[in-house]
């Protein structure tokens, strides 16, 4: 069994900067990718951001030059810095890791406004 947690959600103005985290436990042998995907109501979810276990990124265009993702292998933890957000980064954001299949976490809601 493997346990995905996500945090650091909340409501951030327009401009504001956001980091998500998102840590992996329990039955882990091989991680592979980890990533964050993003969700609003009536739309399918979104890729936002991947990184493999080598480091290589991948990034939706429309954060591309805004979020970061970076990877902590020791703690089998990912995180999701979040720049210059706007109102369109409104979203539930879910964390997954690869360990044969995709586990997701329960997701962290993201609210960018003023």
């Known amino acids: 069994q493997v346990h995905i947690v996500e945090s650091g959600g909340g409501l951030v103005q327009p401009g504001g900067s956001l980091r998500l985290s998102c840590a992996a436990s329990g039955s882990i042998f091989r991680l592979g990718g980890m990533g964050w995907y993003r969700q609003t109501p009536g739309k399918q979810r979104e890729l936002v951001a991947a990184i493999t276990n080598r480091g290589n990124t991948d990034y939706a265009d429309s954060v591309k030059g805004r979020f970061t993702i970076a990877r902590e292998h020791a703690n089998n933890m990912v995180t999701l810095q979040m720049n210059s957000l706007q109102p369109e980064d409104t979203a539930v954001y879910y964390c997954?890791?690869?360990?044969?299949?995709?586990?997701w976490g329960k997701g962290t809601l993201v609210t960018v406004s003023s």
């Open positions: 997954y890791a690869t360990v044969g299949t995709m586990y």
